[in-house]
């Protein structure tokens, strides 16, 4: 008797799952890093710190829309659409918080804010469509893989 599969709903998170929830973990230590040096009030370093998390997070949800979200549409379209409508909100969040730390005119409590939305959102995906990741097909769940790590920083 072949063993079966527990639906996509009730299974542990999957190694692409883990692989997004790695990503995730990586983007929690640089929201850490950027809060602690908005508390040191030095504008050069945290506008480094805040390079790399944009460039990361943004790299982190181009590559779920462009090889997770597409195929996680036909199993949950109403959770699909939500993540993306919560991917374009973040972007605009994103660009504003980068407009105020380049006019140094960020509070660590709007840094807070952000966090706390990035933290919510990544929640909903781990509940989610990271739950059903190993049903991605073989080539997209590489391509995928291999995107988040060329936008790992170090």
Do not use: C
């Amino acid at each position: 008797m072949k063993p079966t599969r527990p639906p996509p709903s009730t299974k542990t998170i999957s190694s692409l799952g883990d692989r997004l929830l790695s990503d995730h973990r990586a983007l929690d230590a640089l929201f850490e890093a950027l809060l602690r040096d908005i508390r040191r009030d030095d504008p050069a370093t945290y506008q480094v710190t805040w390079a790399r998390f944009e460039q990361a997070f943004l790299n982190h949800i181009d590559a779920e829309e462009v090889f997770l979200l597409p195929s996680f549409e036909r199993v949950d379209p109403s959770e699909a659409a939500a993540i993306r409508q919560e991917h374009a909100t973040l972007r605009h969040l994103l660009a504003d918080m980068g407009v105020r730390l380049e006019l140094h005119a960020v509070k660590e409590d709007n840094v807070k804010a952000l966090i706390e939305t990035l933290r919510y959102h990544g929640r909903r995906e781990e509940a989610s469509m990271y739950r059903w990741a190993d049903e991605l097909a073989p080539d997209l769940a590489s391509s995928l893989g291999d995107r988040l790590s060329a936008g790992r920083t170090t």
